[in-house]
């Protein structure tokens, strides 16, 4: 069975750095994009970043410049890099596996978050 598992997040200070992580187990094929959200107290679920199978990137408004998506050279692994943070980046963060296994059926896979917390 295939399992998103996130990991890295942490209580830090404002100003401060943090890389978050995704690791998927079991067999995974057909991927097609990797992507991270967010989910703050009382708000929706939003995309912060994803990175698509080719490299390409792309990235939330409110995070540009300062986070950054890559991946594993096995595709399998998908990280994110934090850096300048502020209060407002304080949520849960969500891992997420985009595939194709045919031609017109997409179908996401979702880790179940790790909590990042910005705070003096």
């Known amino acids: 069975q295939v399992q998103l598992v996130e990991s890295g997040g942490d209580l830090v200070q404002p100003g401060g750095s943090l890389t978050l992580s995704c690791a998927a187990s079991?067999?995974?094929?057909?991927?097609?994009?990797m992507r991270w959200y967010r989910q703050a107290p009382g708000k929706q679920r939003e995309l912060v970043a994803g990175?698509?199978?080719?490299?390409?990137?792309n990235y939330a408004d409110p995070v540009k410049g300062r986070f950054t998506i890559s991946r594993d050279t096995t595709q399998n692994t998908v990280y994110l890099q934090m850096n300048s943070l502020k209060p407002e980046d304080t949520a849960v963060y969500y891992c997420?596996?985009?595939?194709?296994?045919?031609?017109?059926?997409?179908?996401?896979?979702w880790g179940r978050g790790t909590q990042v917390t910005v705070s003096s």
């Open positions: 997420n596996y985009q595939t194709r296994p045919m031609p017109t059926i997409l179908y996401d896979y």
């Open positions: 990175i698509t199978t080719g490299g390409d990137t």
């Open positions: 079991g067999s995974i094929f057909s991927v097609t994009a």
